[in-house]
């Protein structure tokens, strides 16, 4: 069920406008993108929100974009070096574990909540 692809929407502030998030792009050839699919759409949200406030160690080398396209999580990850890439996405899918986790464990976001 999940497929490996990543991008992203930002909850707070706005998303960055697609020129920014081109040049922010530029000069990063690895890639890493997944998805990842949730029962609600609000459990999706809540995992995007929660996983958006960290931002990246090396954000001129490595960007982060996250965004929810119904109940699917949807991932990516630019970097200018695989080691640098490796690194991002092992510290994001240890979070993800984690907050997927929770949900399973303490049951569904409420619709209203995410």
Not at 51 to 63: I, M, R, S
């Amino acid at each position: 069920q999940n497929a490996s692809r990543i991008s992203g929407r930002l909850p707070f502030p706005a998303a960055p406008s697609r020129t920014h998030s081109t040049r922010l792009m530029e000069g990063k050839p690895y890639t890493f993108t997944t998805s990842v699919p949730y029962e609600t759409e609000a459990d999706a949200e809540a995992v995007r929100a929660t996983l958006a406030v960290d931002n990246e160690l090396q954000p001129d080398k490595v960007v982060k974009k996250l965004k929810v396209e119904g109940k699917t999580l949807v991932a990516e990850f630019f970097a200018t070096e695989p080691r640098l890439l490796r690194a991002a996405v092992a510290a994001f899918l240890d979070l993800l574990n984690l907050s997927t986790r929770t949900i399973e464990e303490f049951g569904h976001v409420p619709a209203q909540a995410a």
